[in-house]
């Protein structure tokens, strides 16, 4: 049982986007889920911790936050380098398992 | 600067075994938990397995447990990955990555196919 997200976000240029992640009280509910972009042809990047700080070197423009058992993504500003997928994932205390999202593809219009 | 470089992957046969090899370097790797992280080609991210700094701990995913076996030498700076009973399904590129997902290689491609 993997996390849900919605397959593909479109959004305009300098506009938000705000990317889900929902799962459940053993997962994204008990210890947050982390944040992950991903270009096309390269590894995964870390966008947010569990506790929803960002690493250094991530933009401004990016903030994660939590409600229940949804983590969220929002990036403000949307710029060309912005469009990748993003990938949430959290520990799963009932699994003894790192579960994943299927993944957003970001399109920046 | 932190650094993950992935290595053995290639194409073999189902039911062959592979190991793969994850060299570490730029950080303290006996303080660290690690990952091995999959993705199929044009799928997305699946956690494969996890060992603590001290190996005390390890986990596997259900798709993978009784065939792989996760291992890592602390003085060699070396996270291994033994692949045993391999299946079509276990193509993909192989990445292995730090505990906090904070650092990750470019991978290896494993590719099983007769």
């Known amino acids: 049982a993997g996390l849900t997200q919605p397959p593909s976000v479109s959004k305009d240029l300098r506009q938000t986007a705000t990317l889900t992640c929902t799962g459940n009280s053993n997962n994204v509910g008990d210890q947050g889920a982390v944040w992950l972009q991903q270009h096309q042809g390269h590894p995964p990047k870390l966008l947010s911790y569990r506790n929803y700080n960002r690493p250094s070197g991530i933009s401004e423009r990016l903030s994660a936050s939590r409600s229940g058992n949804t983590a969220s993504l929002t990036i403000t500003g949307l710029q060309p380098e912005d469009e990748a997928d993003y990938y949430c994932?959290?520990?799963?205390?009932?699994?003894?398992?790192?579960?994943f999202g299927g993944g957003t593809k970001l399109t920046v219009l | 600067e932190v650094q993950l470089v992935e290595s053995g992957g290639d194409l073999v046969q189902p039911g062959g075994s592979l190991r793969l090899s994850c060299a570490a370097s730029g950080f303290t790797f006996s303080s660290y938990a690690m990952k091995w992280v999959r993705q199929a080609p044009g799928k997305g991210l699946e956690w494969v397995s996890y060992i603590s700094d001290t190996s005390s701990t390890i986990h596997y995913a259900d798709s993978v447990k009784g065939r792989f076996t996760i291992s890592r030498d602390n003085a060699k700076n070396s996270l291994y990955l033994q692949m045993n009973s391999l299946r079509a399904e276990d193509t993909a590129v192989y990445y292995c990555a730090r505990d906090f997902f904070d650092s990750w290689g470019q991978g290896t491609l494993v590719s099983v196919s007769s």
């Open positions: 994932s959290a520990w799963d205390r009932s699994l003894s398992a790192w579960v």
